[in-house]
């Protein structure tokens, strides 16, 4: 039976290779030298320093526009809150998002069935299988979801006939 996986998954390897730009571009700029300005990447988290709220943002800034040129989807980024570390020094977590959260997928799911199309969705641990008969339907799933949940970053793996 034809069916696909609607995942929230980014490219980790495009995240890496963005943050060492962004660590390169930072480390040449005018303005951030001689400040606490870094960029450095643990696991699926980025940590951004600086001096200010205002240099965190410019450093920010510099990440996205590193992330959309190598082709990695901004709505992936959960910023977490600033933190003041020693003295005048500030950081902000951002965590790179994995897996569709319980709620978007039964959103996902909901929308599905709502939607009198011939295929069925399943909740598979992080992702959503979506089977049915036809490759068509299975297309016009593809475009209904692309369509009314624009605000998650979803992609659609194993596609099988």
Do not use: H, W, Y
């Amino acid at each position: 039976m034809p069916s696909f996986d609607a995942v929230c998954e980014a490219n980790l390897v495009e995240v890496k290779n963005a943050v060492e730009n962004s660590a390169k571009e930072i480390g040449t700029r005018f303005d951030f030298k001689g400040t606490s300005a870094a960029i450095e990447l643990k696991d699926s988290e980025i940590t951004v320093f600086g001096d200010s709220a205002f240099q965190l943002t410019q450093i920010e800034d510099i990440l996205q526009s590193k992330l959309t040129k190598r082709g990695v989807d901004v709505r992936f980024l959960d910023k977490q809150e600033i933190q003041k570390i020693g003295g005048d020094k500030v950081k902000v977590l951002i965590k790179v998002k994995k897996g569709i959260a319980g709620d978007d997928a039964k959103k996902l799911q909901r929308l599905i069935k709502d939607s009198k199309l011939k295929v069925q969705a399943a909740i598979q641990g992080d992702a959503v299988r979506v089977t049915g008969a036809k490759r068509d339907d299975l297309q016009s799933a593809m475009a209904l979801i692309k369509k009314d949940l624009s605000d998650l970053p979803l992609s659609f793996d194993n596609f099988r006939d």
